[in-house]
């Protein structure tokens, strides 16, 4: 759930690498193409609740929290998926 929250909170934002080799590249420069934020239509209110919660949590959480998705991403797909269903069974969904 907060993997998502983070992806999306930083797709809309821009990073310009000038020093890659390839970063003005017009191939990669169409593909990188990030609509203003004026012509997005706007985030679910899902994502809009997740993200007000991800913002009152403390740096240190934060970082928390990401080391542990990092961490998750490392492991081998069987086990991820074991992880994922201890979670969804442990934390059901409230709409």
Request: proline share 14%.
């Amino acid at each position: 759930m907060i993997l998502a929250l983070v992806g999306w909170t930083l797709s809309g934002t821009a990073f310009a690498a000038t020093d890659h080799p390839r970063a003005l590249d017009p191939q990669v420069l169409s593909v990188a193409r990030v609509e203003p934020a004026w012509r997005r239509p706007p985030p679910p209110p899902r994502w809009q609740r997740e993200e007000q919660r991800w913002r009152q949590y403390s740096p240190e959480r934060r970082a928390q929290i990401l080391r542990r998705a990092e961490r998750f991403q490392k492991l081998p797909p069987r086990a991820q998926e074991r992880l994922w269903q201890e979670y969804r069974q442990s934390h059901p969904e409230h709409p």
